[in-house]
């Protein structure tokens, strides 16, 4: 129904920004809420970062908040993570999330598709 698409991962120093990208396509862009989630070996996957259908509100994992921004472009069906003062705890395989809903979500389980992830290495 909806395929997920990240890119925009790779290697930079501590400090430094990096925009990603998750490319929707299928039903309709607009009309899901969608969300960043982080996974490093070992670990759950962890909440990032969550934005509704409209992107008129946003929400943000205590972590990342002031570092990371979310937005959307519906035109683009293209969901993008903004992260500056990148730190090595960082480091992750990062995923794209979506699911139908007004609200924002910030749980694995609220989250019905997901992309394949792309991986971010901080270094210093």
């Known amino acids: 129904q909806v395929q997920l698409v990240e890119s925009g991962g790779g290697l930079v120093q501590a400090g430094g920004s990096l925009r990603l990208s998750c490319a929707a396509s299928g039903r309709t862009f607009s009309s899901y809420a969608m969300g960043w989630f982080r996974q490093t070996p070992g670990k759950e996957r962890e909440f990032v970062a969550s934005?509704?259908?409209?992107?008129?509100?946003?929400y943000y994992a205590d972590s990342v908040k002031a570092r990371f921004t979310v937005s959307r472009d519906n035109a683009k069906n293209t969901l993008y993570l903004q992260m500056n003062s990148l730190k090595p705890e960082d480091t992750a395989v990062y995923y794209c999330?979506?699911?139908?809903?007004?609200?924002?979500?910030?749980?694995?389980?609220?989250?019905?598709?997901w992309g394949q992830g792309t991986q971010v290495t901080v270094s210093s």
């Open positions: 934005i509704s259908w409209s992107g008129g509100t946003t």
């Open positions: 999330a979506a699911r139908s809903g007004l609200a924002l979500y910030i749980r694995r389980y609220e989250y019905e598709y």
